[in-house]
């Protein structure tokens, strides 16, 4: 009852192998037009009327009643017209507004940014394991540390001081760690050439997730960033850099594309997911379950 009162939810079914989805003029096809495997789990029921079970379905949450309800609270209204009545200050980017990626979609779509109603909408990308757990031995020099309430996950969990490394870090422990910790924790414990590589590398992110950029720095640092990674390549073996290392290079072209990074890292959304698995009542259909708890929730 509850649900349907609520904002709207659209099943449509789906192949097991996620090769398509039954919709539209597919609506009716019994098995994939891709790989042929069925629709429907087979029965022995003979009995035409008889409710058929499908392998798969995509829950589909439709945007346009969920954005007119944005707009429906004057509160949640006034946040989704902010960047009308945002002022940009000269050379820095506090708001994606500010930055070239906004204002070049805006000068390639006039009309589309007339209406300061008009909603931009980001992707965020990332999958997540509904019934995983992590269990990790707690020992180490990591436990010493204290940072403040919400800042950060428990660090200690994360080191087996059996093998000394540093496990199951999840992305965000990672950036305190690289932002935060290694300019501190090897700061008298490898020679001073290898500390300074990686102070500046722990530097360039400091700097990348500024709030407030300014475009000066920004641009200084995108024609050093060569420099810091190559110092690292002194110090470290080839076979330590791959792709990951690389990305480093387009980091801060990227911030003075977008904006600030607050606005478009993924934490939010992992944080977002975590609340969303706890929502498992039902572990044979954890995808529905979690979507049942979260519609009541909602409405
Ligand atoms: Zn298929």
């Known amino acids: 009852m509850v649900r349907d009162l609520g904002l709207p939810i659209e099943k449509i079914h789906a192949c097991k192998n996620g090769c398509m989805l039954y919709w539209k ?6 098995y994939c037009k ?3 495997d069925p629709t429907y789990k087979p029965t022995r029921d003979r009995n035409p009327l008889r ?13 346009t009643p969920r954005l007119q309800r944005l707009y429906g609270s004057p509160t949640t209204a006034e946040h989704m017209i902010l960047h009308a009545n945002h002022v940009m200050g000269k050379g820095s980017i506090c708001h994606p507004f500010d930055a070239e990626v906004w204002r070049h979609f805006d000068r390639t779509h006039p ?7 008009n909603v931009r909408l980001g992707l965020c990308r990332d999958g997540f394991a509904p ?5 990790r031995k707690i020992s180490g020099w990591v436990k010493c540390l204290r940072f403040p309430n919400g800042y950060v996950s428990n660090l200690a969990r994360c080191v087996n001081m059996t093998e000394l490394r540093l496990h199951g870090m999840k992305s965000h422990v990672c950036h305190i760690f690289m932002q935060k910790l290694i300019p501190i924790a090897f700061r008298d414990m490898v020679p001073e050439h290898v500390w300074s590589a990686l102070m500046e590398v722990s530097l360039l992110f400091q700097i990348l997730c500024f709030t407030t950029l300014d ?4 641009q200084e640092l995108e024609d050093s960033v060569a420099v810091i990674m190559c110092n690292l390549e002194k110090v470290f073996h080839p076979a330590f850099f ?3 290392e690389h990305l480093n290079l387009h980091l801060s072209n990227e911030d003075r594309l977008g904006d600030p990074v607050q606005y478009r890292w993924m934490y939010p959304f992992e944080r977002f997911l975590r609340e969303l698995k706890k929502k498992v009542k039902n572990k044979i259909h954890v995808e529905a379950s979690i979507i049942e708890a979260y519609i009541v929730e909602k409405n």
């Open 25 to 30: 003029d597919d609506i009716d096809m019994e």
């Open 215 to 218: 475009v000066r720095k920004v």
């Open 51 to 63: 409710k058929k079970f499908l392998y798969a379905i995509l829950r589909y949450f439709s945007l």
């Open 242 to 244: 791959y792709s990951m």
């Open 131 to 135: 019934t995983g757990s992590m269990k």
């Open 111 to 117: 009309n589309f940014a007339l209406e300061p109603r």
């Open 34 to 36: 891709f790989c042929g």
